[in-house]
């Protein structure tokens, strides 16, 4: 099973509190590892490639933010 990277852009983040509060989602979410960019807004996700993006998109909304995944 590989690996894929899905970029996400993010709106409503303000500080690094907004940060640490996705990142905890993500973590939440088996085998997905994350960075996520205050200054640029996005995210850059590392997971399975089974893994659903909606589930990506849907991690950040129960943070309490917007998220829409970035076409590579």
Do not use: P, W
């Amino acid at each position: 099973m590989g690996l894929k990277t899905t970029l996400l852009t993010i709106t409503g983040m303000h500080n690094s509190f907004c940060v640490n509060k996705i990142l905890r989602e993500f973590e939440a979410l088996d085998g997905v590892t994350a960075e996520v960019d205050l200054a640029s807004g996005r995210a850059r996700v590392l997971a399975s490639e089974d893994t659903d993006q909606g589930a990506l998109v849907t991690a950040v909304s129960n943070a309490g933010y917007s998220a829409a995944v970035v076409a590579i």
